[in-house]
């Protein structure tokens, strides 16, 4: 069971909202679409299930040409961050209306509908309304209602965004578990790279309706084919800054360092190195560079503090460990372990990943 995109386009009012896209998806596997809002993401599952037509191109599923076929016809299953639900139906009626409409046995139903409202913590509310729930248990049951139907294609559009923290934590890690068992395909879109890499699987990155990459998702993470894969794959995005590469020094600015201590064996040139947030330190290691900043704004979020930084015309964001009494407008050196750079041509292609990705 497979489902490709061949070059497939879409085009609304002259606008390329997706640009040419080739996917092969298998089954039983769990594909990330990551990306910012208006990144595609919507638009590419629309297109996956039948509700929007490509301008051109392809869709194929098990060897099939579908692009002409209605959504109806296809055995699909969509879940949206919006819950969409019956009002005027029980929980439990919800979750088992889509099988009634397949003529499953009573008996099959009233099993799969308790079985999976157990698993989304809702067996206790199956004779409520939707609208006596909470919006949390409200995104549970729509979610139920599309796992009951093992459809072969089930595609999830932020699915967790309105649940609460704990909820979101205990079904992300339930849920490759409940798609691995199930054998579909499963599509799964966010906006957050944390949770792409807690999902696992295969992630296609997404920016401005182009797939930037596709591949198995901690690889994506740790070898981003380009300088835009790495700002969409880190949160907050990847930091940037220009490097001239003269025999054996690196230059940026006014600061500079042995180009070995990257070790790249590279030509001469100009460069874009790239870090994560989460790989500046405010202490000195040895081999370390050291970047001379003057702090902007902190944002505490209970054990970690980030750090905004100006460093010239360049405006970095570092991920410090730990509660620091920091003020604006302060001197703030800053270091970088030279394993943790990535090099970027000047177009955006990766010349070289960064040591410790490599390694890993």
């Known amino acids: 069971m497979t489902l490709e995109l061949d070059k497939v386009t879409h085009e609304v009012g002259g606008r390329a909202h997706i640009h040419e896209t080739s996917l092969t998806l298998e089954k039983g596997t769990m594909n990330v679409l990551l990306g910012p809002t208006l990144a595609g993401k919507t638009s590419l599952m629309r297109l996956m299930a039948g509700l929007d037509q490509p301008t051109s ?49 009573k008996d099959e139903i009233d099993r799969r509908v308790r ?45 967790l965004a309105n649940l609460d923290y704990k909820l979101r934590e205990e ?57 835009t894969t790495a700002r969409v794959f880190s949160d907050p995005p990847m930091n940037f800054l220009t490097l001239e590469k003269r025999g054996d020094t690196m230059r940026h600015d006014r600061d500079d360092f042995s180009a070995a201590s990257l070790g790249r064996d590279l030509p001469d040139g100009t460069y874009m190195a790239g870090f994560r947030p989460n790989h500046l330190k405010l202490e000195a290691s040895e081999g370390a560079i050291r970047f001379d900043t003057v702090l902007n704004v902190t944002e505490i979020t209970g054990s970690e503090t980030f750090v905004h930084l100006d460093h010239g015309a360049a405006r970095w964001v570092g991920l410090i460990h730990g509660l620091r009494d920091l003020k604006s407008g302060q001197a703030l050196p800053v270091y970088l372990d030279p394993s943790c750079i990535y090099l970027f041509a000047q177009n955006g292609a990766l010349v070289a990943s960064a040591a410790y990705a490599e390694a890993a």
Do not use: H
């Not at 579908?66 to 139906?89: C, E, H, L, W």
């Not at 879109?189 to 999902?199: N, Q, V």
């Open 115 to 159: 079985e999976t409202a157990d698993l989304m913590q809702l067996g206790p509310m199956l004779k409520r309304k939707p609208l006596e729930l909470s919006g949390g248990q409200q995104q549970r049951c729509a979610l139920a209602r599309a796992l009951v139907k093992n459809a072969g294609l089930v595609l999830l559009d932020e699915p």
């Open 171 to 227: 079904l992300r890690a339930e849920i490759p578990r409940i798609f691995e068992a199930s054998g579909a395909i499963f599509v799964y879109a966010t906006t957050e790279p944390e949770e792409a890499l807690l999902l696992g699987g295969n992630c296609a990155t997404l920016w401005e309706g182009r797939v930037t990459q596709f591949g198995p998702t901690a690889q994506v993470y740790r070898k981003p084919a380009d300088a």
């Open 57 to 105: 191109g392809r869709i194929i599923w098990n060897g099939d040409d579908v692009t002409g076929q209605r959504v109806q016809d296809r055995k699909i299953a969509m879940v949206y961050q919006q819950f969409i639900n019956y009002p005027s139906m029980s929980v439990y009626d919800n979750i088992a209306s889509p099988m009634r409409l397949m003529g499953i046995a």
